[in-house]
């Protein structure tokens, strides 16, 4: 049985949190610490190479002067629109391709992709001992149990520690290829603990990773236009550089030499944030009150005076913030955000939800302006909406639950964590990451313990 922990102890412990865990902000600058990785004109703090992929949102100068500019997303050299846009002239799916295009760092030619494509939709099957063992690790939490069931598939592994390309590749595939599968089982699974009926449907070898995952959660009762939306929402998700939160810390990790599973796990941990691949929670849950707040979705006076209340900190959850509105990189505009609207219209439209589509749409420009207006001088930055502020919505038309949307994130940003725990394990000089911290604590004197009061 548990031992209870004894109240008194600790709260009398966490009482002298506020004053050993708190620090002047203008320290931060005196002793030179970059908070949060960051320079003063907000952008990060160059730490490594990768040839994965770039993040661009402004130029630089040659007086070090940054100038926004519409938002780039590159995988490998190439435009992340290109890629997409290539997919919807030719009507086909794209994410197989990218998902090659990033592990590889080359376009597949036609033949290279049918093989490709049909492979990953053999190995998405899991072996039944595996698919019993992971369903005894349900818990209320998917991101949890996601992690819990990477660690887990260590042990079905016969070679879970070698680190060769061969065999990080193949580790790769093998991931990136299951993480649907596991993510539907786990919400099969969660459902089945609630007391609903266990559904398990084996992913067919003739599907996308894009429409296996839409089978294997809902049965054949999804459109074609839903498949082509999810599989857009993992193409732009797949990678984001090697700067955002949870692929620095595969990076971080793999650099200790460790294994594929820790290293993925650590990663899941770190998306999990609200702050990072749990923000379109946040926009979802805070568009229920603005809808239950704006009594008409086009007034733009309405809708102007409730956003004043939110970034006054007199509405909604009182932070200040419009969640899904300004990105750390992006300025102008953010590409994934642009590509996804455009086909959540079309969904909108599909769905019989065009008047809330419109109405987000209007919540984008609206944001924007009156942020801008309030805070855009003092924060000296433009900001735009983020993918996160459409995400949401996309996957509610499509009828998934918001308990998948950040496992859905990393069901897309494996493919990224991977290509880049690679290239990390395959410097020719390897190096653990390890930054520094400066101690700002005041030295004391030992006393001994019969002298403390």
């Known amino acids: 049985m548990e031992r209870l922990l004894d109240k008194e102890i600790v709260d009398k412990i966490s009482a002298t949190v506020g004053v050993t865990s708190n620090f002047d902000p203008e320290l931060f600058q005196?002793?030179?610490?970059?908070?949060?990785?960051?320079?003063?004109?907000?952008?990060?703090?160059?730490?490594?190479?990768?040839?994965?992929g770039d993040v661009v949102g402004y130029e630089r100068s040659e007086d070090g002067k940054l100038t926004p500019i519409p938002g780039k997303l590159i995988y490998r050299g190439i435009s992340l629109e290109d890629i997409v846009r290539g997919a919807q002239?030719?009507?086909?799916?794209?994410?197989?391709?990218?998902?090659?295009?990033?592990?590889?760092?080359?376009?597949?030619?036609?033949?290279?992709?049918?093989?490709?494509?049909?492979?990953?939709?053999?190995?998405?099957?899991?072996?039944?001992?595996?698919?019993?063992?992971?369903?005894?690790?349900?818990?209320?939490?998917?991101?949890?149990?996601?992690?819990?069931?990477?660690?887990?598939?260590?042990?079905?592994?016969?070679k879970p520690d070698e680190t060769t390309p061969e065999n990080l590749i193949r580790q790769s595939l093998n991931l990136v290829a299951t993480f649907p599968t596991i993510i539907a089982y786990a919400h099969n699974a969660l459902r089945h603990s609630n007391g609903k009926s266990l559904h398990i449907r084996h992913p067919q070898a003739n599907l996308s990773l894009a429409e296996n995952f839409l089978y294997m959660m809902k049965g054949h009762h999804y459109t074609q236009l839903d498949v082509k939306i999810l599989d857009l929402a993992l193409m732009v998700h797949a990678d984001h550089g090697g700067g955002n939160n949870s692929t620095f810390t595969v990076r971080v990790t793999s650099s200790t030499g460790t294994d594929t599973y820790s290293a993925i796990a650590a990663g899941i941990g770190s998306l999990k944030g609200p702050l990072h691949g749990g923000a379109n929670l946040k926009v979802i849950d805070m568009m229920k009150n603005i809808k239950a707040n704006?009594?008409?979705?086009?007034?733009?006076?309405?809708?102007?005076?409730?956003?004043?209340?939110?970034?006054?900190?007199?509405?909604?959850?009182?932070?200040?913030?419009?969640?899904?509105?300004?990105?750390?990189?992006?300025?102008?505009?953010?590409?994934?955000?642009?590509?996804?609207?455009?086909?959540?219209?079309?969904?909108?439209?599909?769905?019989?939800?065009?008047?809330?589509?419109?109405?987000?749409?209007?919540?984008?420009?609206?944001a924007i302006l009156n942020f801008m207006e309030k805070k855009g001088k003092n924060v000296n930055k433009q900001v735009c909406a983020n993918v996160d502020f459409y995400s949401g919505f996309v996957y509610d038309m499509i009828g998934l639950p918001q308990e998948i949307y950040t496992p859905l994130f990393a069901m897309a940003r494996i493919v990224g964590w991977c290509a880049h725990r690679i290239e990390e394990l395959n410097f020719k000089q390897k190096r653990i990451i390890r930054p520094a911290y400066k101690n700002a604590a005041d030295i004391k004197e030992y006393i001994p313990i019969a002298d403390r009061k």
């Open 30 to 52: 005196k002793m030179n610490v970059k908070r949060g990785l960051r320079n003063e004109d907000h952008t990060g703090v160059v730490v490594g190479l990768t040839k994965v």
């Open 89 to 158: 002239k030719e009507n086909r799916l794209g994410f197989e391709e990218v998902v090659y295009l990033i592990l590889s760092g080359n376009m597949p030619k036609k033949e290279e992709l049918k093989e490709f494509s049909e492979l990953m939709s053999c190995i998405m099957d899991l072996k039944p001992k595996i698919v019993m063992h992971i369903l005894d690790l349900v818990g209320s939490d998917i991101m949890n149990y996601l992690s819990r069931c990477v660690l887990e598939l260590y042990t079905f592994d016969d």
């Open 294 to 366: 704006v009594k008409d979705w086009t007034s733009v006076e309405e809708v102007d005076s409730y956003l004043l209340k939110i970034l006054n900190k007199e509405a909604y959850d009182k932070t200040g913030l419009i969640y899904g509105i300004g990105h750390a990189i992006y300025t102008i505009s953010d590409p994934r955000t642009m590509l996804l609207k455009e086909m959540a219209r079309d969904l909108a439209i599909e769905k019989g939800r065009e008047e809330e589509y419109n109405f987000y749409k209007l919540l984008e420009e609206r």
